[in-house]
């Protein structure tokens, strides 16, 4: 699977961006998608996921501000972002799970997409 971010950029505190995330090559088995950020100095953490049949799981710092969705048919993900905070900074990267078998599972990462909150 190969997996390529856009829409990241500049946006104020109180601000809106939406990243997108589209999905090619041999995209079958994928069960899971999700959002994961990385600020300067700090670990990678979890943003957001969905499956399958669209249950979503969101970090508790996200929860209210950020919605992720995602469109089979188009086979793209994305990841609406509001209310942003100076916090929110960082570089984001989407990616995939393909789950083939119980003992393999395979997971794809994008490039990253810079966010940058600031006025």
């Known amino acids: 699977v190969q997996l390529q971010a856009s829409g990241g950029g500049l946006a104020q505190p109180g601000g809106s961006l939406r990243l997108s995330c589209a999905a090619s090559g041999r995209i079958s088995n994928i069960d899971v998608m999700g959002w994961r950020r990385q600020a300067p100095g700090k670990q990678r953490e979890l943003v957001a996921t969905i499956t399958n049949g669209d249950i979503t799981n969101y970090a508790d710092s996200v929860k209210g501000r950020f919605t992720i969705s995602r469109d089979n048919a188009r086979n793209m993900m994305y990841l609406q972002m509001n209310s942003l905070k100076p916090e929110d900074t960082a570089v984001y990267f989407c990616?995939?799970?393909?789950?083939?078998?119980?003992?393999?599972?395979?997971?794809?990462w994008g490039q990253g997409t810079q966010v940058t909150v600031s006025s």
């Open positions: 990616y995939s799970q393909q789950t083939f078998s119980s003992t393999k599972t395979v997971v794809s």
